[in-house]
């Protein structure tokens, strides 16, 4: 019987449900509907709670003619009656965002495999836990204390400001000790000292891009993009393919994100995003990291999408495996 797999997706991506190749979930939902599997959707506002137990409506979704779409009847369901679920909404993780987490708290996952925990997803900010590995950071600070903010800045000279909760870019600033803008970005960001940010030493490189690593489980792609700046700008904030090129990763990196791969994998954070400059890792992405395959294919010349899903494959058979030798062992 073939599994039943739940992509809890975001609100834009179902607004625009067709297969469009620059979507990480479209590309995911394809490959599985094109092997066999069962496959529905919903969004954050699909989740509730009834008889204190993770429920969703959903809708069925299917392929033709190499597209995808879905059957607009929304059912409502257990969560537990999905032998999967992908859980991928974008951020920013706001408060609609920790209560959607919050329905899993009421899911068995020894039952139902989902990639990624919410529970633990809920548990971990993509740059604020880039602590958990201080031997892979670059020197950085969490706080919004104008002070600390400007003498960390004072000291390294050269900065990056993030907000702690969005994505894409959106709210990251370059820090300099001579711009005479710098409190106002500071006060603007902290909202006047009542809202943390992090601030990392600027890591020269990053005037080459990024490199993003990708994880899967335990398992570090042997593919690596690098995203570059787009122009006049400091960072990568235009989905082009002119800002994309295929890279190799060192062994310091490969090390690195295995090491990275190992402890997240453990707390069922199997989907993962490294973005790392100068061997370095500024950020850890495990809310709905994209997997740049239209990018690496045409890089590479390879269909990335086959490497992806024999590994996703692989996790699934070694859940469902684990669960059969408990029954017949009970």
């Known amino acids: 019987m073939s599994k039943k797999i739940l992509f809890i997706i975001d609100d834009i991506e179902l607004k625009y ?9 479209f590309w995911f939902i394809k490959e599985f509907l094109k092997r066999n599997y069962k496959v529905s959707i919903a969004i954050k506002s699909d989740l509730f709670i009834e008889n ?18 879905y059957k607009k009847e929304k059912s409502k369901n257990l969560i537990n009656d999905f032998d999967i679920v992908f859980f991928r909404p974008d951020p920013p993780v706001d408060i609609n965002y920790i209560n959607a987490c919050y329905v899993f708290d009421y899911v068995d996952k020894t039952k139902t495999l989902v990639f990624n925990d919410p529970t633990e997803v809920k548990n971990f900010n993509e740059k604020f836990h880039i602590n958990y590995f201080p031997e892979f950071a670059p020197k950085n600070i969490v706080s919004s204390s104008m002070k600390v903010i400007m003498d960390f800045v004072e000291k390294n000279k050269e900065a990056i400001l993030k907000p702690l ?3 894409f870019g959106s709210g990251v600033y370059y820090l300099n000790n001579e711009d005479k803008n ?3 970005i500071i006060n603007a960001m902290t909202e006047n000292g009542k809202t943390p940010v992090m601030v990392q030493e600027y890591l020269p490189e990053a005037k080459n891009g990024d490199k993003r ?28 393919d002119k800002y994309f090129k295929g890279v190799e990763l060192t062994e310091n990196e490969k090390a690195m994100a295995q090491k990275i791969a190992q402890e997240l994998s453990k707390r069922g954070i199997y989907l993962v995003g490294l973005d790392v400059i100068s061997e370095k890792v500024i950020e850890i992405n495990v809310t709905s990291p994209c997997y740049f395959i239209r990018e690496i294919n045409q890089n590479y010349g390879i269909h990335f999408e086959d490497k992806i899903m024999a590994c996703l494959e692989e996790i699934i058979e070694k859940h469902f495996s684990k669960e059969r030798t408990y029954a017949v062992n009970k």
């Open 213 to 240: 690593v990708l994880i899967i489980g335990e398992t570090v792609l042997d593919r690596c993009i690098q995203k570059l700046p787009a122009e006049h700008n400091f960072k990568f904030s235009v989905h082009s």
């Open 17 to 25: 449900f067709e297969f469009n190749d620059l979507v990480t979930n």
């Open 182 to 184: 710098l409190i106002t």
């Open 165 to 167: 909760n969005r994505c």
């Open 52 to 69: 204190a137990k993770g429920c969703a409506f959903s809708m069925e979704a299917y392929i033709k003619d190499e597209d995808i779409f």
